[in-house]
């Protein structure tokens, strides 16, 4: 079918990013939050970033970057940058199959060595943790698996990420019914309750978790955060490059307890990242424990 | 109100005025629709304008605009080529919003449960190399498909040998003749035999088509649930017949046959990471919609390697003709090929297929266009607008022929 070629349709809406503007952007992003922007994505960024280039009224990106690196409101437009680039949309009990085994192998284990030892306690990091997603799936694991017992425990879920954004969604603990397209219903009735604008994490689960926004390239902001059983840190580190792995898996190790475990995302791996974890074979899984 | 081009019209427009032809016979009173016929007909009545509210017309259009340019995101928006299909893909997500279609929202775009799904290997031992040997040792690559290759790179092989050869596979023989007989050749007269196809499409044609459609027959065991199969076929179909028509449009001496084969192999590296993979791979597809980046970028961010890493394994594994081999194995990278402007034609067709489909309404993003390689190709990207009218025509029956 023809088309009246009218100027409004064209394919480009945004400004458009030079090769030195994008390596610039690409090295700042690099230095603030070790994500690296692979050469590729070039013209992703221009299109996640025109719409805020308009907001503020830049015409370029180089104007662009001197907001972000000059201007009296920076940290807040780099609390919007990160929001642009790392919007990774989940799910509450994604990958039912790797929690199931998480459960089955390594929280019962770890619970039954706690009751052993008399100390009803355990934390969890869920670093990347996105909208809240997983720290409230773990929260509900842990209900399950310890029911009338939970009161005895004092159970910490620390779910960290870097855009504030995303923080604030997962305070709020509101979502929509996409959301939950891997939950089992019992459970979504169990631990939701319907508010305007979608379903709400109760009360109870909600307060064994707490969220705070943190660079995972802030060596000393990760050291604040409590000693963990277990890390949880699913499709984070494929934002990475190498050596940002290896210090961001170098953090987990340092925070993790002696025989604590760490989870990675399904497909994600730490070969060739680093030696100082046993790899486990669970049903569904992979696990890495500290050795 | 204002005039709009007969060959702008789109269905779904209101005309504000009866639309008459030269003699004064209204063809469409005041107050009509405009139908997908009517831009042809009221063409070839002579009509070349007619009044139409155009007002909702623009604005429909920049909503299919926008629509359309979130699929296109991570291209070159500078790209001539990549403009066409641009104009291409708005014009059928207009003509499919006009018609009442509402685009999927963000929830309908994540909402598939892929939970049933469990890899063969997990993360630590799945590499190309190894999924791609997990899958040789348990299923050796056909004998007939064999034997189709060696009569493909014998000088002795004749049409009496081949149609003998085709002949005991009587799927396959129907599958050829169906083909033969689409609109992908559009012969004058019906090819009743195996022979008549060896004689009118020719020796080495013939051989490269079986293989190919012999190649498809192995990966028939691919349960339905793990992955849309008819999407996925749909798409390696359409990529063909793009293929072989961008090769006929580079002049003769190109044998289409060759590129039709590659076009439809050309994600072959795919199926085996569903049957493999299928929990990663279904991971990485909605990885992909719901971040809005190319499957092949989704593959690489969460697996670790893409399609084309598999398939290079796979295709040397089996002993391919190397003539396909490198045509399916740099469909994504061009520039790598042993000879850039043959890849370039894989490459170009791949996108013109994901253009159709987004145009469908299809919820993944075009890859990475390289305009450098489609330069080599010696085809104006204007020239593009004719490709896909070519396309549209042959179409639907050849996708047909397969199913």
Redesign the interface.
């Known amino acids: 079918?023809?088309?009246?070629?009218?100027p409004?349709?064209?394919?480009?809406?945004?400004p458009?990013i030079s090769d030195e503007e994008f390596r610039k952007l690409r090295d700042f992003i690099y230095s603030k939050c070790g994500i690296f922007v692979d050469d590729?994505?070039k013209?992703?960024f221009?299109?996640?970033f025109g719409p805020r280039l308009n907001a503020l009224g830049a015409k370029s990106f180089s104007e662009y970057f001197q907001i972000l690196t000059l201007s009296p409101d920076k940290d807040k437009e780099l609390a919007s940058l990160f929001e642009m680039v790392t919007?990774?949309?989940t799910?509450l009990?994604r990958?039912?199959?790797q929690l199931d085994g998480v459960r089955a192998s390594i929280l019962s284990k770890i619970i039954k060595e706690q009751r052993a030892k008399g100390k009803f306690e355990l934390s969890v990091w869920s670093a990347g943790c996105s909208s809240g997603e997983e720290p409230y799936t773990l929260s509900i694991l842990l209900h399950e698996e310890l029911g009338p017992e939970l009161r005895k425990w004092r159970i910490a879920i620390t779910g960290v990420d870097l855009s504030p954004a995303m923080v604030a969604k997962a305070k709020a603990g509101v979502y929509?019914?996409?959301a939950f397209?891997?939950t089992p219903e019992d459970i979504k009735k169990k631990y939701f309750t319907p508010v305007v604008g979608g379903l709400k994490v109760t009360d109870s689960v909600a307060s064994l978790t707490c969220f705070q926004s943190m660079n995972l390239n802030d060596a000393a902001a990760t050291k604040r955060i409590p000693k963990s059983h277990l890390v949880f840190c699913r499709?984070v580190i494929?934002y990475f490059d190498e050596a940002m792995k290896k210090k961001v898996v170098s953090s987990f190790y340092d925070n993790l307890l002696p025989g604590g475990v760490l989870i990675l995302?399904?497909?994600?791996?730490l070969?060739k990242i680093s030696a100082a974890f046993k790899?486990m074979?669970l049903p569904?899984a992979?696990a890495y424990e500290k050795i | 109100m204002s005039k709009v081009r007969t060959e702008d019209l789109k269905p779904g427009l209101i005309v504000s005025e009866d639309v008459k032809s030269p003699d004064g016979r209204v063809i469409l009173p005041k107050g009509g629709r405009i139908e997908a016929f009517h831009p042809m007909l009221l063409k070839g009545l002579g009509v070349t304008e007619v009044e139409a509210d155009s007002g909702d017309d623009e604005k429909l259009l920049q909503a299919a605009a926008d629509y359309t340019r979130e699929f296109f995101s991570y291209a070159n928006p500078d790209s001539p080529v990549l403009a066409e299909l641009f104009l291409y893909a708005t014009g059928l997500v207009a003509q499919r919003l006009a018609t009442g279609w509402v685009p999927p929202t963000l929830g309908e775009r994540m909402a598939q449960n892929v939970e049933h799904l469990s890899d063969v290997l997990p993360a630590d031992e799945a590499d190309p190399e190894k999924i791609v040997r997990h899958e040789t040792e348990l299923a050796s690559f056909p004998e007939s498909s064999l034997r189709l290759k060696a009569e493909l790179e014998s000088p002795k092989a004749s049409i009496g040998s081949l149609t003998k050869l085709i002949g005991q596979d009587l799927g396959l023989s129907a599958k050829l003749l169906k083909l033969a007989n689409s609109p992908l050749y559009n012969f004058a007269e019906p090819v009743e035999s195996i022979q008549r196809a060896v004689t009118l499409i020719g020796l080495r044609e013939v051989s490269t088509l079986a293989l190919g459609m012999a190649t498809i027959n192995y990966f028939q065991g691919i349960p339905p649930e793990l992955v849309d199969m008819k999407s996925f076929w749909r798409h390696s179909i359409s990529c063909g017949i793009f293929a072989k028509i961008l090769s006929q449009a580079m002049g003769s001496g190109m044998n289409p046959e060759r590129f039709f084969i590659a076009g439809l192999l050309h994600d072959v590296g795919r199926l085996i990471m569903f049957k493999k993979l299928p929990y990663a791979s279904t991971e990485a597809l909605l990885y992909a919609r719901e971040n809005f980046v190319p499957i092949v970028a989704a593959e690489a961010a969460l697996i670790g390697y893409t399609h084309t890493a598999v398939s290079q394994y796979l295709l040397a594994s089996w002993k391919f003709p190397a003539m396909l081999a490198d045509l399916i194995n740099n469909h994504h990278s061009p520039k790598a090929a042993p000879d850039p402007r043959l890849a370039a034609i894989i490459h170009t067709a791949d996108a013109m297929s994901n253009a159709v489909e987004i145009g469908a309404g299809r919820l993944y993003v075009l890859p990475d266009f390289d305009d450098e390689s489609f330069a080599l190709m010696g085809l104006p990207a204007s020239g593009l607008a004719k490709v896909f009218a070519d396309y549209e025509t042959q179409a639907e029956q050849t996708i047909s022929a397969f199913f």
């Open positions: 079918m023809a088309l009246t070629l009218s409004t349709l064209s394919l480009r809406k945004a458009s590729k994505r013209y992703l221009e299109t996640r919007t990774n949309e799910s009990y990958d039912t199959k929509q019914e996409y397209k891997t499709n494929i995302g399904h497909s994600e791996t070969h790899p074979m569904g992979m």
